[in-house]
């Protein structure tokens, strides 16, 4: 089983949609949880950032964390064609301040 | 700000043959990172530096060597090269969460490497 497991998509939505994005863990210590956003031949680039159960929004962007179900999301309101990008999932696992493991990605496209 | 900087960006090598990835980063910041990131497969960690003068192994070590030379730079070392480490290298630094702080990770802008 993989630390941290994302569907690898592509998840494609319509312009102006809700697009809904998902990562479970299997470390139940983990701490911190990223969600990263990656263009096509680019780096990642933290969009999101949680530590508490519960949602945290920031513009466009939520993320919820349920740590007894182990998962964590990131919602994408009013989808554009520029959020069409790969999204990473990472967690700091809880036996290391400095260990942060990466799900696969999930392939996200925004239909015009 | 320079802010994370890899070199090379490209590489080709022949199998067998010897390279090093050279990162630095002028953030002063104190934990480095190596990852991999191979098609569908995420980014993987290879190698990570907490602090200046120490290293541990990821997720993917084997075939690595790693040197934290000061707290800027991080280098990667490939001692024989196999078709297998083909990937996107990328380096990245980062603080540890605090006040006012995220704890997130802070990347070049990749390695490509291609071992034929």
Known sequence: ?112 | NAGVTQTPKFQVLKTGQSMTLQCAQDMNHNSMYWYRQDPGMGLRLIYYSASEGTTDKGEVPNGYNVSRLNKREFSLRLESAAPSQTSVYFCASRLLAGVGRTGELFFGEGSRLTVL
């Open chain 1, 1 to 112: 089983q993989k630390e941290v497991e994302q569907n690898s998509g592509p998840l494609s939505v319509p312009e102006g949609a809700i697009a809904s994005l998902n990562c479970t863990y299997s470390d139940r210590g983990s701490q911190s949880f990223f969600w990263y956003r990656q263009y096509s031949g680019k780096s990642p680039e933290l969009i999101m950032f949680i530590y508490s159960n519960g949602d945290k929004e920031d513009g466009r962007f939520t993320a919820q964390l349920n740590k007894a179900s182990q998962y964590v999301s990131l919602l994408i309101r009013d989808s554009q064609p520029s959020d069409s990008a790969t999204y990473l999932c990472a967690i700091k696992k809880g036996d290391s301040s400095y260990k942060l493991i990466f799900g696969s990605g999930t392939r996200l496209l925004v239909r015009p």
